[in-house]
């Protein structure tokens, strides 16, 4: 995903040309509509790679260089360019001018705007690596904190949140939002946790810690439920959305930068653009380290 920042300090650097994928068949390693643009020195996105790139970075810039109209790509993916995908891509190569610039504005804006929410709250050693994390994927990452000097060392594109009652931003959150429990404190992991168990349109509820803290959230999750009349059924399908440990159990590395690059995976399978098509593993599979 191409930031608006990055759009538009790349436009500002000179004459550029769109590469994009209008045509795709069998097996291509982009869709149709990924783009990439190409200047006479540098290069801003991909449309895949290898020697197709290669093809149609050289073709822009003979284009540059002649200050020619538009021109079009037919490229077999096979022994012929030396790719093996198999499959065959139409690129369509257009001069930047200024209504093509403004488009591209604002396809990145809406790309930008359409990005799942992702919370984070606590900014803990794994909190902050877990923001660095998300802060290069097509996610919006927000970082939610009770303690304000936690929040300084955050990659600058990562929203910031302070407050003094983190489960009430829970409340206000579109629907489709992920959220991460990873604070300095279990009973407000808990309340938090709860919280977010309560939104039935979130898409990710995570909670760092171990099974031991997974097997308390739930007896007192169902003490607290209990007390307010609530059923087993409703219970049982909370919990069963419930991921924790984060990052699951595979890999017994505990580390901070570990345990949030397998949780942004964990993410993304939920809710990236690379998400399966068959759907989220459920929870309780994953945490039990089970998944496919």
Known sequence: MIRPAALDAFLATGPAVLVEIVGARGSTPREVGAFMLVSDAVTLGTIGGGQLEFMAIDQARQLLKRSAAAATMDVPLGPEIGQCCGGRVDVALTPVDAGTAESLRARAAAKAEARPHVYLFGAGHVGKALAAALSLLPL??????????????????????????????????????????????????????REALARADACYVGMIGSRTKRARFESWYRQECRSEGGGEGDVRTALARLVSPIGGTRVPDKRPEIIAALTAAELLRHIGPEASPAGPVPASREAAGTAP
């Open 140 to 193: 919006r990452p927000i970082v939610v904190e009770t303690r304000k000097t936690e929040l300084a060392g955050l990659p600058e594109s990562v929203e910031r949140r302070l407050v003094a009652l983190p489960e009430a931003i829970i409340r206000d959150a579109p629907p489709g939002s992920a959220y991460v429990v990873l604070t300095h404190d279990h009973a407000l992991d808990f309340l938090i946790a």
